[in-house]
DNA sequence: CTGAAAGCGCTAACAT
DNA sequence: ATGTTAGCGCTTTCAG
């Protein structure tokens, strides 16, 4: 990298000088200003704006420490049509507020969550937006150096940290009664695989997203006095090429159903395909519905009828409630919102 | 601002006890530890990002080798899926290396450019990688402090910058043979909006993806003695409910083609749905083609036949070109590399 | 007119 | 286990 010393060096003068130059100070000689303009041309030199800003603490103390104005934001799969939907989002908002935003894939692996957001804290971040932690809040706490941090869809009940939640639970519930509603009674739930480890099982107080839905799945069988049953699980990995094979794999059980209610809707675009391979017409056979209301379930043919949840307001608030805290708004205590979801009625169901 | 001397103070330790402290250090007594963090939150205390970064200059300059390990990836739209899965891939690709990435959004917006590949190069990475830039060569390098930078689908000639090129023109020349091989004569193009500025043509020296896209069927369309015409050309907007409107507000044209060629996969999704709409079936009415070759394609009714680019390449060689350039490898000249593409017959064509 | 020195907040390297 | 020093690129201050 080329300093002001460097251009300095090859004009025969100090940094000093070279500053008062590019600055535009007339305390200098037009001859020395003309080299050292030259040198700085010839060497590419740039004006390195970070340690402006460190200058700038000094200078400006008055003003609140107006930090890098960067926005950090930790996701799991970028591949995936709804994190890219929130992560292009996110990015937006931030910059509408004056913020940048980095974002990083986690690939939902501890490690790696670990070093991303121990690089993005110590580093450059002003504040954190978190989706889908495997980390404790204590852990988050820690390593984030107390730097702002609002986390998305993580609803452990022991986090003491800002929170966005999707309505993972009430909308799931909805989309059973939705399909109950249309003549639905044998209802399946594709992705909604249960625990690997057995010890761990559907508790009130354990809340990922997919925990979440089929918690409301069975609050919804419940309600409608229908049995609830292992067998209605169609387990898949939630991609929607995964979905496709688990519809070819399990056709038997598929074809026991009236209705899919898939836990997201690329796994539904999956299933459609599936359902298409094997001969079952949607929605005549076969009512199809999902969650997340991602834009593409529009295009599908059938159309997807989805429980779209706010998704442009998950990204304000995360964005909006981080900027807050990093304005180090006082009185504002621990924040958990929920975001509405309505049920998009397509052609699927 | 309360800085690290004042947490220090309150805790009656140096400023470096609480820096080892807050960075989770393990040579800090278990009991002053616990002081320090107490003052901290007392003082609430934050980490000032801009010293940070200042810190971060020496340490990145002074030793090449152990740099911070971090790539930067600018990519337009991370919402569609064609760059989020390139993104995802580059991000994996590096993780392998022993390199995190992020990613910053630009869409595709000149002066968000100029101020990411800014604060990127000035803070925070070894290297960039910068996909579909509006900004010229001399100003990436300028911008860049001449940091290792490989582009994306740039394919200005005066670039002197490492590019990986995707196929655009002898992909989309072959889609159209494919699609005349199959029986096509009346072949729409959807997407290969003509330049809102007439003064630039399709000029074999202006080179971004859809001029290119566009200069391949042209190609082809000579070689098979088919006639240019602007009326075989479908105006939209690159995104996938664009291009269903598209269908149906220029419906007469649509339906004077037996083939229609989209220049991406996304575009397709909306045309299939389009002519669905409409009531023309694919591909007994029309056959569909397009470019890139996401995964999503296999999952449409009917599957989409697409030119498939080799985009897991592209992720691989834009890394490994940039760790080579990190690392300061001598003798390597600019690179220029095209990957490869094969067709992917599936149902629509 | 020009430049030397000091210092912004933080941490790697070294010293105690 | 804790502290001291030095220095990142720049600009304010003040001395030549």
């Known amino acids: 990298m080329v300093t002001m010393k ?15 130059v590019l600055r535009g100070n007339d305390n200098v000689a037009p001859d020395t200003a ?12 740039r004006l390195n704006t970070t340690s402006l800003s460190a200058r ?3 200078v400006n103390t008055s003003r609140k420490a107006s930090g890098s104005r960067t926005i950090g934001l930790a996701i799991f799969e970028l591949d995936r049509p709804y994190p890219a939907q929130l992560a292009s989002l996110i990015s937006q908002t931030a910059e509408e507020r004056g913020y940048q ?8 692996d501890e490690h790696n969550e670990r070093s991303i957001i121990e690089r993005m804290s110590n580093q450059f971040c002003d504040g954190l937006i978190f989706s889908s932690s495997r980390l404790s809040a204590d852990e988050i706490e ?3 150096n107390h730097r702002p941090t609002v986390l998305l869809d993580d609803d452990r009940p ?23 509603s249309q003549g639905a009674r044998r209802i399946g739930i594709v992705g909604g695989n249960p625990d690997e480890r057995t010890d761990v099982p559907l508790l009130e107080t354990y809340h990922d997203a997919r925990h979440r839905r089929l918690l409301g799945c069975r609050r919804a069988f419940h309600r409608l006095g229908l049995t609830w049953s292992e067998d209605r699980i169609i387990t898949t990995a939630w991609g929607d090429v995964d979905a496709r094979r688990a519809i070819h794999e399990q056709e038997a059980k598929v074809r026991d159903c009236d209705a899919l209610y898939c836990m997201t809707d690329t796994i539904a675009f999956g299933v459609l395909r599936g359902l298409h391979d094997i001969g079952v017409r949607v929605p005549e056979d076969m009512r199809v519905m999902s969650f997340d209301g991602i834009a593409m379930g529009a295009l599908t043919v059938p159309a997807l009828t989805t429980v779209a949840v706010d998704i442009e307001l998950i990204a304000t608030q995360a964005v909006d409630l981080l900027i807050r805290r990093i304005d180090d708004e006082p009185n504002l205590g621990r924040q958990r919102i929920t975001v509405g979801y309505h049920i998009e009625r397509r052609e699927s169901a």
Do not use: C, F, W
Not at 34 to 45: I, K, N, P, T
Not at 101 to 108: D, K, S
């Open 101 to 108: 935003t980095v974002v990083q894939q986690t690939r939902i």
């Open 142 to 144: 820690q390593l984030s």
């Open 6 to 20: 460097d251009v300095g060096k090859a004009a025969g003068v100090s940094a000093m000088t070279v500053s008062n």
């Open 34 to 45: 003309r080299r050292v303009r030259e040198a700085a041309d010839r060497l590419h030199y």
């Open 158 to 180: 022991q986090q003491d940290i800002d929170t966005i939640l999707t309505p993972s639970e009430s909308g799931s519930q909805a989309a059973i009664e939705y399909l109950y």
């Open 56 to 58: 700038s603490l000094r």
